[in-house]
């Protein structure tokens, strides 16, 4: 059955630093990769999403995620995180009834 | 409109209730989505719909569940007498395409559900 593991429940990052965060899935076949950003009070966004091809998916507001099939990852990256980011964070794999992580929340300190 | 668009925003009701949940999807898209985000989970699927097709209904949690979808469009929710694990927020999404093919998922602001 696929599954998605989020292993960080919550992240604090600077403004200005760096952020990966971790995103593990099982799956049975090729999976449909996504990653959505929830702001508080808000729905979903999608951030961006991997089908097949380059395994480096560039996504909105500066985010890129990398699919690696030997490590079942896809771990999202940003170079340099802005206070607006603060939210939370979902990976999410599958087609027709996607199976959702935890999600990861994500703190920016000033 | 413009979004996905669901109410209420905001539902109490009292354990042993019926509730309903509507969802207004996206004009155009045929596929339409339910999942349930309780305190500190991920999303939990619920049930899918594409076209006309019979829903898919694996991820309803128990019988007390269920869903429709008048003419393609607008879903409802619905939840009969209603337990305190119940209390989540249910979030709708639709898509352009479904039936196999992968499209995005446009969220709808979710409906807060308590039940006391």
């Known amino acids: 059955a696929q599954s998605v593991t989020q292993p960080d429940i919550h992240i604090t990052v600077s403004e200005g630093a760096s952020l990966e965060l971790r995103c593990n899935y099982s799956?049975?076949?090729?999976?449909?990769l996504f990653w959505y950003v929830q702001s508080p009070g808000q729905g979903l966004q999608l951030l961006l999403k991997y089908f097949s091809g380059d395994t480096l998916v560039q996504g909105i507001k500066g985010f890129e995620a990398e699919f690696k099939r030997s490590q079942s990852s896809f771990n999202l990256r940003k170079p340099s995180v802005h206070w607006s980011d603060a939210a939370e964070y979902f990976c999410a794999v599958g087609a027709l009834d996607m199976r959702f992580g935890a999600g990861t929340r994500l703190t920016v300190k000033p | 409109g413009a979004g996905v668009s669901q109410s209420p925003s905001n539902k109490v009701t009292e354990k042993g209730k019926d509730v309903e949940l509507r969802c207004d999807p996206i004009?155009?898209?045929?596929?339409l989505y339910w999942y349930r985000q309780s305190l500190g989970q991920g999303l939990e699927f619920l049930i899918y719909f594409q076209g006309n097709s019979a829903p898919d209904k694996s991820g309803l949690p128990s019988d007390r569940f269920s869903a429709e979808r008048t003419g393609g469009s607008v879903s409802t929710l619905t939840i009969q007498r209603t337990q305190q694990e119940d209390s989540a927020v249910y979030l709708c999404a639709s898509s352009l395409r479904g039936g196999g093919q992968v499209g995005t998922q446009y969220f709808g602001p979710g409906t807060r559900l308590l039940v006391l």
């Open positions: 004009s155009g898209h045929t596929a």
């Open positions: 799956y049975g076949a090729t999976p449909y």
